[in-house]
């Protein structure tokens, strides 16, 4: 991806987007801020956020026509948040004086501004502000123009004087009984001022110039409010007419300070201007499951709210964020924020060539299920953003070694001689079936894939074919784009020298992996045949009950897959509880994407999280997720344990096997169905340290299992150093320790002789070369 | 072993590489428990080169003076080796 497609990537996630009151606020108050502040009660605080978009809030805080509150999501449940009515409590109620204006250097440019109204009243605050010397000529003898004509009861007078008193501490010069047209025309302006704002109000006497609509209004750039005279800006009730609204006027006032800054600075007018007054928010905000509540109603209407009352009222927005994909997501909470930021990080450590890769966690920890993409409402796509940066960092020799080495070593063991295997079915020529059960279910529950190989032989006349190997899943997974490319070749070599068959897949992941990257191979799934087909007679004993489905994450998208599992299960007379997340919205086991390897603690997180969610049993049909949750301590069954009636539901979770006895089993199941089905003579050479005769403490294998550290890992060490004598002996209680390097990693063995085998005693590993030790 | 390139890192690495000498040291205390079997001599602290990724760096750890056999304990390979490790992986 490059720069700019990064950059579309971010602006999908719409979490930074303001919320839709803000938005819908054509001075873009912070709503969200205010209401936090005043549902804490710092009522203080609150008049500063409201101040920092609002000049003049005393007034404005007094009478907005607040188009916000229409926008206001909480009206989804309930009523909108009073945001206009805690507005005049946090005006009315705080007596701290406005931050002192620091002044920037005089420019100048001069600017004259004609009417006292809100409009001419903004626009003559920001002018100032910005340092240009502002003349205001008003009609009248005072500043406020319209706002007279509000009730005293709801604007007193004094508040319009003091709030206005501003301008005049800020420099501003204000000319009294100067009405433009009469005192000075507007050529007269225009020549001896740079710039000139018109906000006269709707009662504007047209001078020549400016044109005019039938309306009686002045014809402005909607953009930049500019009049068709050069440097000459208008706004406020000459452009709106006779719906006079408050905020809007003030929106204008500011936005004409803003085009004549531009314009005296001679930049351009109109650039990145699109969100200035109201808009559309992006930000998608959900309010399923948000309890309606209706507004806090003032006791005495006519006050207004008072301090408590404020305070609940400001209690009832909803703080609107997005978060879709984060509040089902560990992984997208663990990492403390959102993907807009997540994508901008990643995208950063993609382009340090020195320094620190912060994001290399990250990257690595996401499982790849794509659950995020369901539920975000502009398919924002974790995975595909960690997959891109994986084979990035792999391809700049960036990726850290220790995140996906154990089961990359794995997928080679499954590939290797000891387990890999393509045959004909037994006494047949050809295939028109072939069955890949995967190497998981191989290395899990070899018995399950015994037994649906044999059912498919028994149903299938045209002869079934078995390939037992990895679909090479962790090579895609961990960025490994060529090794992964040399899998499928391999694979599809394979499958057309067997004459092209239908694959009959058992794991949802290599079927993901061979529809999306083996589209020429026609596919389908073990549990749609067993659908189809028929289920086995099953010698079991099993009573069928509740149990609730994990769906695999790698087949979230493929309903005909959800609906045979459903369906089998119904037929074996089990009830059925969808999970509150299942079929397209599953969650994924934590073994996925290698998430297991790179972020063992996430993944304890993602599991313990998921095994909640129901106190029924858990039926799977991915090996790995029914290992993982049983692992911790979750009933879950395979749905082959069902089907073959072998499922004993008394029983504590039962364990899978540990790494070492995974890959065992999967050797094992090679040489046995050779062995017993196609009759060959298997020939197995044994290495000298196969030999090596361990008696290990079931703490120690607890240990192993958890450091990744292998059965023959340990039997290497110790053949290495009882063959060479490389040891080291520790006098105090006679232990020796010895190390053997026979890949990437070195591993430590502390043992002792007995007999005719060795106690272990501990087990440990570094990556780091030592010299003197290789 | 592989080429040793001096390494360029910044005060985390240099901090931790310390620490390692540091617990390093902490095992040198033992250096009369432990013993080289093929040579019969007591383990004793040496200057050993330590490396991974491209990067070296000297430490001072338990080894033979004889064959140079060296000692890394577990203390030592799951804490402050494993951190430079991870340190290194993220440079």
């Known amino acids: ?774 | 072993m592989s080429s040793t390139m001096l390494i360029r890192t910044g005060w985390k690495l240099r901090a931790i590489i310390k620490d390692v000498k540091k617990v390093a040291g902490k095992d040198l205390g033992a250096e009369n428990i432990f013993e080289c079997f093929k040579c019969g001599l007591p383990m004793e602290p040496g200057k050993v080169t330590v490396s991974y990724l491209g990067s070296s760096f000297p430490v001072e750890l338990l080894k033979c003076r004889q064959c140079g056999l060296v000692l890394i304990t577990e203390e030592l390979a799951l804490g402050k080796m494993l951190e430079v490790e991870k340190t290194l992986e993220d440079k």
């Not at chain 1, 720069?3 to 602006?11: F, L, N, P, T, V």
């Not at chain 1, 808009?279 to 309890?291: D, N």
């Not at chain 1, 030999?691 to 550290?709: D, F, H, Q, T, Y």
């Open chain 1, 1 to 774: 991806m490059d720069h700019k497609q990064w950059r579309e990537y971010e602006e999908r996630c719409t979490q930074e987007r303001p919320p839709a009151c803000t938005a819908a606020c054509p001075v873009h108050v912070d709503v969200r801020s205010f209401t936090a502040e005043m549902k804490a009660g710092n009522f203080n605080r609150a008049l500063d956020i409201f101040r920092k978009t609002v000049p003049f809030a005393g007034i404005i805080g007094r009478i907005c026509d607040h188009p916000c509150q229409a926008a206001c999501r909480r009206g989804e449940a309930g009523d909108p948040v009073s945001i206009a009515a805690l507005e005049k409590a946090c005006v009315e109620m705080t007596s701290a004086p406005p931050a002192k204006i620091t002044l920037p250097p005089k420019k100048d440019r001069r600017v004259a501004v004609a009417g006292g109204g809100l409009s001419g009243l903004a626009a003559a605050f920001d002018l100032a502000g910005k340092g240009y010397p502002v003349v205001l000529f008003e009609a009248t003898d005072r500043l406020g123009g319209g706002l007279w004509e509000m009730p005293a009861e709801v604007l007193p007078r004094q508040i319009i004087l003091t709030e206005t008193a501003v301008l005049e501490q800020m420099g501003v010069e204000i000319r009294y009984q100067a009405t433009v047209g009469q005192v000075i025309s507007l050529p007269e302006l225009c020549s001896e001022y740079d710039a000139v704002y018109l906000g006269t109000g709707e009662n504007f006497k047209p001078v020549p110039g400016p044109e005019i609509d039938q309306a009686g209004r002045c014809r402005l750039d909607p953009v930049t409010l500019a009049t068709g005279l050069n440097g000459v800006f208008a706004g406020g009730g000459l452009r709106t007419g006779p719906d006079y609204s408050p905020i809007n006027s003030l929106s204008d006032g500011r936005r004409a300070a803003i085009s004549i800054d531009r314009f005296l600075q001679k930049v351009s007018l109109t650039a990145v201007r699109e969100n200035e007054g109201p808009y559309q928010t992006r930000l998608f905000t959900s309010t399923k499951g948000v309890e309606p509540l209706p507004a806090v109603a003032p006791g005495n209407p006519a006050q207004g709210y008072t301090r408590e009352e404020a305070v609940l009222e400001a209690g009832r927005c909803l703080a609107c964020q997005c978060l879709e994909c984060v509040k089902v997501c560990e992984y997208l909470a663990h990492f403390k924020s959102y993907p807009k930021k997540y994508a901008r990080d990643i995208n950063q450590n993609l382009k340090i060539v020195m320094g620190v890769h912060g994001a290399n966690n990250l990257i690595n920890s996401c499982s790849l299920c794509g659950l995020c993409r369901e539920v975000c409402p502009e398919n924002f796509d974790m995975a595909e953003l960690c997959r891109v940066a994986r084979a990035e960092m792999f391809k700049k020799g960036k990726m850290p070694p220790s995140a996906h080495d154990f089961p990359l070593r794995d997928m080679a063991f499954s590939n290797g001689e000891q387990c890999a295997l393509t045959r004909h079915q037994s006494g047949h020529a050809s295939s028109s079936h072939l069955f890949f059960p995967g190497c998981q279910l191989s290395a899990s529950a070899p018995g399950h894939v015994e037994r649906a190989y044999a059912y498919l032989t028994g149903r299938f006349a045209g002869g079934v074919g078995l390939m037992l190997r990895c679909c090479g899943a962790p090579a895609e997974w961990s960025g490994r784009t060529g090794l992964f490319a040399a899998e499928l070749q391999e694979i599809r070599k394979q499958w057309r020298e067997m004459g092209g068959p239908r694959l009959i897949l058992a794991c949802s992941t290599c079927y993901r992996m061979f529809k999306s990257h083996l589209p020429e191979i026609e596919i389908v799934s073990l549990w749609e045949i067993y659908d189809q087909l028929g289920l086995p007679e099953a010698a079991g004993t099993q009573k069928p009950g509740l149990v609730a489905i994990q769906d695999a994450c790698t087949t979230r998208h493929e309903k005909q897959i959800h609906q045979s599992v459903r369906s089998i299960l119904q037929k074996l007379g089990f009830k059925i509880e969808e999970l509150p997340a299942s079929r397209e919205t599953t969650e994924c086991c934590g073994y996925g994407g290698l998430m297991l390897f790179a972020n063992r603690k996430l993944a304890d997180d993602v599991i313990n999280r998921r095994i909640r969610e129901s106190a029924a049993g858990y039926v799977a049909y991915c090996a790995m997720c029914r290992d993982n949750f049983s692992a911790r301590g979750k009933k879950t069954y395979h749905l082959l344990d069902l089907i073959y009636g072998l499922a004993d539901f008394a029983l504590p979770p039962q364990k899978g096997p540990g790494y070492s006895q995974r890959r065992e089993n999967r050797a094992r199941l090679k040489n046995k169905l050779l062995k017993e089905i196609w009759r060959d003579q298997v020939v197995q050479h044994e290495s000298a340290f196969e030999n090596i005769k361990l008696i290990m403490p079931a703490a120690v294998s607890g240990v192993m299992e958890e450091r990744l550290i292998l059965k023959e890992d340990v039997q290497k060490v110790i053949e290495y150093a009882e063959r060479t004598g490389n040891k080291i002996i520790n006098r105090n209680n006679g232990h020796i320790m010895a190390c053997h390097r026979p890949v990437s990693v070195t591993y430590w063995v502390e043992y002792t002789p007995q007999a005719d085998g060795f106690v272990v005693h501990n087990a440990y590993s570094h990556r780091m070369e030592v010299e003197g030790n290789n």
